[in-house]
């Protein structure tokens, strides 16, 4: 690591700690990563299977006695500091929530096409730059979903968690990340999250309260997952048109198919790409520069 001269933290997480760098030779920026030994085999090989314009790019890995190093490309902010720090009362403008929503939605297909679910997808995983690009970040949780296993279901931030993993299952599939990409999507639309809660169960309770208590009729299998509870609240309207007031008829669309109870019935990251909501809109301009 001699070659790159540390400007400052950037991030801390539960898997490693990101720095702004400078590499000595050419002065160019970049961001670094380090893990420990053992925690970051697994996402040094999914990084650097993945090679798409909307992910963001690893440059090298460097191995050190303790840690391991992930250098990878430097975006100046991340959509969440972006939505965040908006002036009161102002939203993202919609043609850049379309065109964000694309690329990602992009970045994602391929992943799943590879047989690769990201697992934590968030605002403050998705970085962005003045040119309108975003690059999807962070493959700490990445795995594979082609083949079938246990895995845990107390993963990935609570806000962006899909409603079969905070009710326990240990099966799911990519379909976890098309429930983040709703939940991405509306949050872009509004400047506001539109799930909240600190804790599983309230997280729970305000997805329910949104978009109705699931039921075997709407979800069969439900009732049979680990931390299903039949005192669970009846609530039996779907509120999210309301809530959404900013999206269209087709946007609203679009996010009613990402946020489905069941995960069969959710919409493909292909499949969001061909939506209704992106006719007229220039494609050729969503792509990372």
């Known amino acids: 690591m001699e070659k790159y001269e540390t400007i400052e933290k950037i991030g801390q997480g539960g898997f490693g700690t990101v720095f702004k760098a400078r590499e000595r030779s050419n002065n160019s920026i970049v961001a670094v990563k380090r893990v420990k030994k053992e925690a970051g085999t697994g996402e040094i090989m999914i990084q650097s299977m993945l090679h798409h314009p909307n992910l963001v790019s690893l440059v090298e890995v460097v ?132 799930f909240y809660g600190h804790h599983q169960i309230i997280v729970i309770y305000d997805i329910f309260n949104q978009l109705g208590t699931p039921t075997e009729e709407s979800w069969r299998g439900v009732t049979s997952l680990p931390f299903y509870q039949t005192a669970f609240p009846c609530w039996t309207k779907n509120r999210l048109a309301k809530r959404m007031k900013t999206l269209d008829e087709t946007g609203l669309d679009l996010l009613q198919k990402c946020l489905q109870y069941n995960p069969a019935d959710r919409i493909t990251a292909k499949e969001i790409l061909e939506h209704k909501f992106f006719e007229g809109f220039n494609k050729t301009n969503a792509a990372a520069k």
């Open 63 to 194: 191995r050190e006695e303790t840690f391991v190093f992930l250098v990878m490309e430097f975006f100046p902010m991340d959509l969440f500091d972006q939505l965040h720090h908006l002036p009161t009362g102002k939203m993202l403008e919609p043609e850049l929530v379309k065109s964000y929503l694309y690329q990602i939605s992009d970045a994602v297909n391929y992943c799943h096409q590879k047989g690769i679910m990201h697992r934590d997808l968030k605002t403050c995983n998705l970085l962005v730059n003045l040119e309108g690009v975003i690059k999807v970040a962070d493959f700490g949780l990445a795995c594979s979903f082609t083949v079938p296993s246990h895995l845990s279901s107390a993963i990935g931030t609570l806000i962006y968690r899909a409603p079969e993993m905070l009710l326990g299952s240990k099966r799911y599939s990519s379909s976890v990340d098309i429930w983040a990409i709703g939940c991405i999507f509306a949050e872009m639309a509004m400047a506001k999250f539109l």
